[in-house]
Protein backbone atom coordinates (compact mmCIF):
# COMPACT_ATOMS: atom_id res chain seq x y z
CA UNK A 1 0.00 0.00 0.00
CA UNK A 2 1.49 3.35 -0.61
CA UNK A 3 2.67 5.90 2.04
CA UNK A 4 -0.05 8.21 1.66
CA UNK A 5 -2.82 5.92 1.34
CA UNK A 6 -1.39 4.19 4.48
CA UNK A 7 -1.25 7.87 6.52
CA UNK A 8 -5.13 8.18 5.41
CA UNK A 9 -5.75 5.03 7.07
CA UNK A 10 -4.11 6.09 10.65
CA UNK A 11 -5.45 9.50 10.18
CA UNK A 12 -9.34 7.63 10.12
CA UNK A 13 -8.62 5.22 12.58
CA UNK A 14 -7.38 8.25 15.15
CA UNK A 15 -10.73 9.98 14.55
CA UNK A 16 -12.85 6.99 15.45
CA UNK A 17 -10.84 6.40 18.37
CA UNK A 18 -10.78 9.99 19.51
CA UNK A 19 -14.35 10.81 19.41
CA UNK A 20 -15.04 7.32 20.89
CA UNK A 21 -12.15 8.07 23.80
CA UNK A 22 -12.82 11.98 24.35
CA UNK A 23 -16.75 11.35 24.54
CA UNK A 24 -16.21 8.26 27.03
CA UNK A 25 -13.95 10.43 28.91
CA UNK A 26 -16.68 13.43 29.21
CA UNK A 27 -19.40 10.86 30.38
CA UNK A 28 -17.54 9.08 32.72
CA UNK A 29 -17.14 12.59 34.43
CA UNK A 30 -20.64 12.07 35.12
CA UNK A 31 -19.84 8.73 37.35
CA UNK A 32 -20.87 9.66 41.03
CA UNK A 33 -22.68 12.64 40.27
CA UNK A 34 -25.76 11.61 38.34
CA UNK A 35 -29.06 12.80 39.48
CA UNK A 36 -29.82 9.31 40.67
CA UNK A 37 -28.29 5.97 40.95
CA UNK A 38 -29.48 4.18 37.74
CA UNK A 39 -28.29 6.63 35.55
CA UNK A 40 -24.95 6.47 37.22
CA UNK A 41 -24.70 3.04 36.03
CA UNK A 42 -26.31 3.85 32.60
CA UNK A 43 -23.76 6.64 32.30
CA UNK A 44 -20.54 4.63 33.17
CA UNK A 45 -21.77 2.01 31.15
CA UNK A 46 -21.87 3.93 28.04
CA UNK A 47 -18.37 5.54 28.85
CA UNK A 48 -17.35 1.69 29.39
CA UNK A 49 -18.63 0.69 25.86
CA UNK A 50 -17.09 4.17 24.42
CA UNK A 51 -13.87 3.88 26.46
CA UNK A 52 -13.34 0.05 24.77
CA UNK A 53 -14.42 0.79 21.20
CA UNK A 54 -11.71 3.88 21.63
CA UNK A 55 -9.05 1.50 22.49
CA UNK A 56 -10.02 -1.09 19.85
CA UNK A 57 -10.01 1.69 17.19
CA UNK A 58 -6.62 3.39 18.61
CA UNK A 59 -4.50 -0.28 19.17
CA UNK A 60 -5.20 -0.59 15.18
CA UNK A 61 -4.12 3.06 14.49
CA UNK A 62 -1.02 2.49 16.20
CA UNK A 63 0.08 -1.08 14.50
CA UNK A 64 -1.06 0.85 11.33
CA UNK A 65 1.10 3.88 12.08
CA UNK A 66 4.25 1.60 13.15
CA UNK A 67 5.66 3.88 15.42
CA UNK A 68 5.57 1.62 18.37
CA UNK A 69 3.01 3.56 19.68
CA UNK A 70 -0.07 1.65 21.79
CA UNK A 71 -3.56 2.35 22.49
CA UNK A 72 -2.41 4.02 25.77
CA UNK A 73 0.47 5.73 24.43
CA UNK A 74 -2.07 7.36 21.72
CA UNK A 75 -4.47 8.28 24.09
CA UNK A 76 -2.04 9.34 26.75
CA UNK A 77 0.75 11.62 25.03
CA UNK A 78 -1.13 13.41 22.49
CA UNK A 79 -1.53 17.17 22.92
CA UNK A 80 -5.01 18.37 21.95
CA UNK A 81 -3.89 19.70 18.42
CA UNK A 82 -2.83 15.91 17.78
CA UNK A 83 -6.47 15.15 18.71
CA UNK A 84 -8.77 14.05 15.61
CA UNK A 85 -12.41 14.13 17.41
CA UNK A 86 -15.30 16.42 16.26
CA UNK A 87 -15.99 19.50 18.29
CA UNK A 88 -19.23 17.84 19.45
CA UNK A 89 -17.47 14.97 21.65
CA UNK A 90 -15.30 17.79 23.32
CA UNK A 91 -18.69 20.35 24.32
CA UNK A 92 -19.11 20.18 28.42
CA UNK A 93 -21.23 18.45 30.08
CA UNK A 94 -23.64 21.37 31.36
CA UNK A 95 -26.97 20.04 32.70
CA UNK A 96 -28.39 16.78 31.75
CA UNK A 97 -29.95 17.94 28.62
CA UNK A 98 -26.39 19.32 27.15
CA UNK A 99 -25.54 15.58 28.13
CA UNK A 100 -28.26 13.63 26.33
CA UNK A 101 -28.59 16.00 23.51
CA UNK A 102 -24.57 15.78 22.84
CA UNK A 103 -25.12 12.17 23.14
CA UNK A 104 -28.29 11.50 20.75
CA UNK A 105 -26.80 13.85 18.37
CA UNK A 106 -23.63 11.88 18.05
CA UNK A 107 -25.21 8.27 18.85
CA UNK A 108 -27.40 8.82 15.96
CA UNK A 109 -24.43 9.65 13.77
CA UNK A 110 -22.62 7.24 15.22
CA UNK A 111 -24.96 4.09 14.02
CA UNK A 112 -25.12 5.09 10.82
CA UNK A 113 -21.28 5.33 10.19
CA UNK A 114 -20.92 1.77 12.26
CA UNK A 115 -23.40 0.55 9.83
CA UNK A 116 -21.03 1.48 6.98
CA UNK A 117 -17.94 0.61 7.94
CA UNK A 118 -19.05 -2.74 8.80
CA UNK A 119 -18.57 -3.34 4.95
CA UNK A 120 -15.44 -2.15 4.92
CA UNK A 121 -13.17 -4.11 3.10
CA UNK A 122 -10.44 -3.99 6.05
CA UNK A 123 -11.75 -7.12 8.32
CA UNK A 124 -10.13 -5.10 10.85
CA UNK A 125 -12.20 -2.05 10.47
CA UNK A 126 -15.05 -4.33 9.88
CA UNK A 127 -15.19 -6.23 13.15
CA UNK A 128 -14.62 -3.21 14.90
CA UNK A 129 -17.67 -1.53 13.22
CA UNK A 130 -19.57 -4.29 13.94
CA UNK A 131 -18.98 -5.06 17.48
CA UNK A 132 -19.45 -0.96 18.24
CA UNK A 133 -22.58 -0.58 16.34
CA UNK A 134 -24.81 -3.25 18.37
CA UNK A 135 -23.32 -1.29 20.96
CA UNK A 136 -24.64 2.08 20.39
CA UNK A 137 -27.80 1.38 18.95
CA UNK A 138 -28.73 0.60 22.62
CA UNK A 139 -26.62 3.78 23.87
CA UNK A 140 -28.80 5.82 20.67
CA UNK A 141 -32.07 3.95 22.04
CA UNK A 142 -31.76 5.28 25.10
CA UNK A 143 -30.21 8.83 24.63
CA UNK A 144 -33.64 9.12 22.33
CA UNK A 145 -35.77 8.06 24.69
CA UNK A 146 -34.14 11.13 27.54
CA UNK A 147 -34.75 13.72 24.65
CA UNK A 148 -38.15 12.80 24.36
CA UNK A 149 -38.72 12.70 28.10
CA UNK A 150 -36.71 15.57 28.78
CA UNK A 151 -38.33 17.59 25.57
CA UNK A 152 -42.18 16.45 26.05
CA UNK A 153 -41.31 16.98 30.10
CA UNK A 154 -42.07 19.99 32.57
CA UNK A 155 -41.90 23.31 31.08
CA UNK A 156 -38.75 23.19 32.32
CA UNK A 157 -36.93 20.46 31.27
CA UNK A 158 -38.56 21.62 27.97
CA UNK A 159 -36.87 24.64 27.87
CA UNK A 160 -33.41 23.13 28.64
CA UNK A 161 -33.83 20.31 25.87
CA UNK A 162 -34.40 23.15 23.32
CA UNK A 163 -31.34 25.25 24.67
CA UNK A 164 -29.02 22.07 24.58
CA UNK A 165 -30.32 21.27 20.88
CA UNK A 166 -29.94 24.60 20.03
CA UNK A 167 -26.42 25.33 21.50
CA UNK A 168 -25.24 21.65 20.28
CA UNK A 169 -26.56 22.14 16.70
CA UNK A 170 -23.42 24.41 15.25
CA UNK A 171 -21.83 21.75 15.99
CA UNK A 172 -23.32 18.76 13.82
CA UNK A 173 -22.21 20.06 10.23
CA UNK A 174 -18.47 18.56 10.81
CA UNK A 175 -20.02 15.46 10.95
CA UNK A 176 -21.47 15.50 7.48
CA UNK A 177 -18.12 17.27 5.81
CA UNK A 178 -15.35 14.50 4.10
CA UNK A 179 -12.38 15.84 3.76
CA UNK A 180 -9.21 13.71 1.90
CA UNK A 181 -9.01 11.33 4.43
CA UNK A 182 -12.57 10.10 4.20
CA UNK A 183 -12.64 10.19 0.74
CA UNK A 184 -9.16 8.13 0.31
CA UNK A 185 -11.10 5.27 2.43
CA UNK A 186 -14.32 5.77 0.69
CA UNK A 187 -12.28 5.03 -2.97
CA UNK A 188 -10.68 1.88 -1.37
CA UNK A 189 -13.84 0.73 -0.07
CA UNK A 190 -12.51 0.75 3.34
CA UNK A 191 -14.42 3.42 4.92
CA UNK A 192 -17.24 6.31 3.53
CA UNK A 193 -18.05 9.68 2.45
CA UNK A 194 -19.65 11.02 5.36
CA UNK A 195 -22.25 13.20 3.25
CA UNK A 196 -23.97 10.03 2.46
CA UNK A 197 -25.03 9.36 6.29
CA UNK A 198 -27.24 12.77 6.18
CA UNK A 199 -30.33 11.57 5.02
CA UNK A 200 -30.90 8.88 7.84
CA UNK A 201 -29.48 10.83 10.46
CA UNK A 202 -31.66 13.84 9.77
CA UNK A 203 -34.50 11.84 9.93
CA UNK A 204 -34.15 9.98 13.04
CA UNK A 205 -32.95 13.35 14.85
CA UNK A 206 -36.47 14.56 13.00
CA UNK A 207 -38.94 12.26 14.45
CA UNK A 208 -37.27 12.04 18.20
CA UNK A 209 -37.34 16.16 18.18
CA UNK A 210 -40.75 15.58 16.89
CA UNK A 211 -41.86 13.63 19.37
CA UNK A 212 -40.30 15.45 21.96
CA UNK A 213 -42.13 18.30 21.11
CA UNK A 214 -38.60 20.48 19.97
CA UNK A 215 -38.35 22.53 17.18
CA UNK A 216 -34.94 21.35 14.76
CA UNK A 217 -32.66 24.12 14.16
CA UNK A 218 -32.21 25.62 11.78
CA UNK A 219 -29.02 24.74 9.66
CA UNK A 220 -26.58 28.19 9.98
CA UNK A 221 -23.10 28.59 10.51
CA UNK A 222 -21.26 25.65 11.62
CA UNK A 223 -17.85 25.16 13.00
CA UNK A 224 -15.41 22.60 11.90
CA UNK A 225 -11.54 21.86 12.41
CA UNK A 226 -11.45 19.52 15.21
CA UNK A 227 -10.82 16.18 12.66
CA UNK A 228 -7.61 17.87 11.42
CA UNK A 229 -6.55 18.97 15.11
CA UNK A 230 -8.38 22.44 15.90
CA UNK A 231 -10.22 22.17 18.89
CA UNK A 232 -11.83 23.94 20.58
CA UNK A 233 -10.23 25.13 24.54
CA UNK A 234 -12.47 22.23 26.19
CA UNK A 235 -10.70 19.76 25.45
CA UNK A 236 -7.50 20.94 26.74
CA UNK A 237 -8.49 20.56 30.36
CA UNK A 238 -10.19 17.44 29.55
CA UNK A 239 -7.03 15.67 28.24
CA UNK A 240 -4.96 17.79 31.25
CA UNK A 241 -7.60 15.49 33.64
CA UNK A 242 -7.23 12.24 31.50
CA UNK A 243 -3.34 12.53 31.01
CA UNK A 244 -2.04 13.79 34.17
CA UNK A 245 -1.38 10.81 35.81
CA UNK A 246 0.63 8.81 32.84
CA UNK A 247 2.27 11.68 32.22
CA UNK A 248 3.82 12.31 35.84
CA UNK A 249 4.79 8.59 35.68
CA UNK A 250 5.45 7.88 32.25
CA UNK A 251 7.55 4.31 33.11
CA UNK A 252 5.00 3.11 35.04
CA UNK A 253 2.40 0.24 33.92
CA UNK A 254 -0.47 -0.76 35.35
CA UNK B 1 -0.55 -37.69 25.98
CA UNK B 2 -1.87 -34.53 24.80
CA UNK B 3 -5.48 -33.75 25.77
CA UNK B 4 -8.48 -33.85 23.27
CA UNK B 5 -10.39 -30.66 22.59
CA UNK B 6 -13.40 -32.22 23.79
CA UNK B 7 -11.20 -32.44 27.21
CA UNK B 8 -10.44 -28.76 27.20
CA UNK B 9 -14.04 -27.90 26.58
CA UNK B 10 -15.10 -29.29 30.02
CA UNK B 11 -11.98 -27.99 31.23
CA UNK B 12 -13.10 -24.87 30.33
CA UNK B 13 -17.08 -24.89 30.76
CA UNK B 14 -15.45 -24.81 34.94
CA UNK B 15 -14.04 -21.23 34.03
CA UNK B 16 -16.82 -18.72 35.49
CA UNK B 17 -17.40 -15.93 34.68
CA UNK B 18 -15.89 -13.29 36.79
CA UNK B 19 -19.78 -11.16 37.03
CA UNK B 20 -22.10 -13.69 36.97
CA UNK B 21 -20.26 -17.08 38.88
CA UNK B 22 -23.24 -19.42 38.11
CA UNK B 23 -22.35 -19.14 34.72
CA UNK B 24 -19.16 -20.68 33.07
CA UNK B 25 -17.33 -19.01 29.75
CA UNK B 26 -18.46 -21.76 28.00
CA UNK B 27 -22.26 -21.21 28.90
CA UNK B 28 -21.34 -17.71 28.11
CA UNK B 29 -20.84 -18.47 24.61
CA UNK B 30 -17.37 -16.29 24.50
CA UNK B 31 -14.95 -19.41 23.81
CA UNK B 32 -15.23 -20.08 20.21
CA UNK B 33 -12.95 -22.39 19.27
CA UNK B 34 -10.18 -24.65 20.87
CA UNK B 35 -7.43 -26.14 18.17
CA UNK B 36 -4.05 -27.83 18.46
CA UNK B 37 -1.23 -25.91 16.68
CA UNK B 38 1.80 -27.64 15.86
CA UNK B 39 4.86 -25.59 16.30
CA UNK B 40 8.97 -25.74 17.37
CA UNK B 41 9.30 -27.31 20.41
CA UNK B 42 5.90 -28.64 20.54
CA UNK B 43 2.15 -28.09 19.85
CA UNK B 44 0.43 -25.28 21.52
CA UNK B 45 -2.96 -24.93 22.55
CA UNK B 46 -4.86 -21.62 21.06
CA UNK B 47 -8.16 -20.76 22.36
CA UNK B 48 -9.85 -18.78 20.57
CA UNK B 49 -12.57 -16.11 22.81
CA UNK B 50 -14.72 -13.34 21.31
CA UNK B 51 -15.76 -10.49 23.68
CA UNK B 52 -18.49 -9.45 24.98
CA UNK B 53 -18.86 -6.16 25.21
CA UNK B 54 -15.90 -3.99 23.86
CA UNK B 55 -15.05 -2.37 27.64
CA UNK B 56 -16.70 -4.85 29.70
CA UNK B 57 -14.09 -4.90 32.63
CA UNK B 58 -14.31 -8.55 33.15
CA UNK B 59 -12.29 -9.58 29.35
CA UNK B 60 -8.83 -9.17 30.97
CA UNK B 61 -9.88 -11.40 34.06
CA UNK B 62 -11.99 -14.02 31.76
CA UNK B 63 -8.19 -14.00 29.95
CA UNK B 64 -6.01 -15.02 32.85
CA UNK B 65 -8.79 -17.53 33.88
CA UNK B 66 -8.71 -19.15 31.24
CA UNK B 67 -5.07 -19.37 31.13
CA UNK B 68 -4.41 -20.07 34.60
CA UNK B 69 -7.24 -23.12 34.23
CA UNK B 70 -5.35 -24.99 31.02
CA UNK B 71 -1.86 -24.62 33.07
CA UNK B 72 -3.24 -26.40 36.15
CA UNK B 73 -4.61 -28.93 33.33
CA UNK B 74 -1.08 -29.09 32.38
CA UNK B 75 -1.22 -27.71 29.27
CA UNK B 76 2.41 -25.57 28.62
CA UNK B 77 1.96 -23.63 25.42
CA UNK B 78 -1.39 -21.68 25.69
CA UNK B 79 -2.14 -18.63 22.97
CA UNK B 80 -5.38 -16.62 23.33
CA UNK B 81 -6.95 -15.65 20.08
CA UNK B 82 -9.08 -12.75 20.45
CA UNK B 83 -11.36 -12.47 17.72
CA UNK B 84 -14.08 -9.51 16.96
CA UNK B 85 -16.11 -10.72 14.27
CA UNK B 86 -18.64 -11.87 14.05
CA UNK B 87 -19.32 -10.25 16.73
CA UNK B 88 -20.40 -12.00 19.70
CA UNK B 89 -24.50 -12.03 20.75
CA UNK B 90 -26.38 -13.51 23.37
CA UNK B 91 -27.54 -15.89 20.84
CA UNK B 92 -24.18 -17.54 21.68
CA UNK B 93 -25.44 -18.59 25.27
CA UNK B 94 -25.54 -22.36 25.60
CA UNK B 95 -29.62 -23.25 27.18
CA UNK B 96 -27.66 -25.40 29.99
CA UNK B 97 -26.11 -20.93 30.82
CA UNK B 98 -29.86 -19.54 30.60
CA UNK B 99 -31.48 -22.13 32.72
CA UNK B 100 -28.45 -21.53 35.57
CA UNK B 101 -29.23 -17.13 35.23
CA UNK B 102 -32.69 -17.80 35.63
CA UNK B 103 -31.93 -20.24 38.89
CA UNK B 104 -29.39 -17.44 40.01
CA UNK B 105 -32.21 -14.69 39.64
CA UNK B 106 -31.14 -13.03 36.33
CA UNK B 107 -34.03 -13.05 33.53
CA UNK B 108 -32.05 -14.84 30.39
CA UNK B 109 -31.99 -13.04 27.39
CA UNK B 110 -35.31 -13.32 25.11
CA UNK B 111 -34.81 -12.24 21.24
CA UNK B 112 -38.68 -13.49 20.45
CA UNK B 113 -40.42 -13.79 23.97
CA UNK B 114 -41.38 -11.03 26.48
CA UNK B 115 -39.04 -11.03 29.82
CA UNK B 116 -40.29 -12.65 32.89
CA UNK B 117 -39.77 -12.35 36.48
CA UNK B 118 -36.93 -15.03 37.23
CA UNK B 119 -38.72 -15.18 40.66
CA UNK B 120 -42.19 -15.71 39.88
CA UNK B 121 -42.27 -15.81 35.95
CA UNK B 122 -45.27 -13.07 35.37
CA UNK B 123 -44.68 -11.25 32.14
CA UNK B 124 -45.89 -8.27 34.24
CA UNK B 125 -43.00 -6.21 34.30
CA UNK B 126 -40.97 -3.12 33.82
CA UNK B 127 -37.51 -1.55 32.62
CA UNK B 128 -36.07 0.57 35.57
CA UNK B 129 -32.93 1.24 33.89
CA UNK B 130 -31.50 0.54 30.63
CA UNK B 131 -28.54 -0.35 32.50
CA UNK B 132 -27.86 -2.44 34.89
CA UNK B 133 -24.74 -3.75 37.51
CA UNK B 134 -22.60 -4.48 34.82
CA UNK B 135 -22.44 -3.57 30.47
CA UNK B 136 -24.88 -6.69 30.08
CA UNK B 137 -27.22 -6.52 32.00
CA UNK B 138 -30.49 -3.99 32.31
CA UNK B 139 -32.47 -3.33 35.80
CA UNK B 140 -36.27 -4.16 36.05
CA UNK B 141 -39.25 -5.04 38.15
CA UNK B 142 -41.81 -7.49 38.53
CA UNK B 143 -45.25 -5.59 38.90
CA UNK B 144 -46.72 -9.06 40.28
CA UNK B 145 -44.10 -9.86 43.54
CA UNK B 146 -42.76 -6.34 43.19
CA UNK B 147 -39.02 -7.84 43.45
CA UNK B 148 -36.74 -5.88 41.40
CA UNK B 149 -34.18 -7.92 39.27
CA UNK B 150 -31.34 -7.79 36.75
CA UNK B 151 -32.33 -9.22 32.79
CA UNK B 152 -29.23 -9.83 30.68
CA UNK B 153 -30.04 -7.27 27.75
CA UNK B 154 -30.52 -9.15 24.02
CA UNK B 155 -27.26 -8.51 22.13
Known sequence: MSAPAERARVEFLLRMGDNALVLGQRVAAWTGHAPVVEEDLALSNVALDLVGQARLWLAYAGECEGLGRDEDRLAFFRDANEYRNVLLVERPNGNYADTMGRQFLFDAWHVELLRALAASRDERISAIAQKAEREVTYHLRRSGDWVIRLGDGTEQSHALMQAAVDDLWPYTGELFRSDEVERELAARGEGCELEGLHDAWSARVAAVLAEATLVRPKDGWMHAGGRRGRHSEHLSYLLAEMQSVPRAIPAERW | ?155
Open chain 2, 1 to 155: MAATAAEVWTWLDAVPDPEIPVISVVDLGIVRDVAWVPGDGGNTLKVTITPTYSGCPASRVIERDIEAALREHGVERVALDVRLAPPWTTDWLSLAGRQKLRAYGIAPPERAAAVACPRCASFDVETISWFGSTPCKALYRCKACREPFDHFKCH
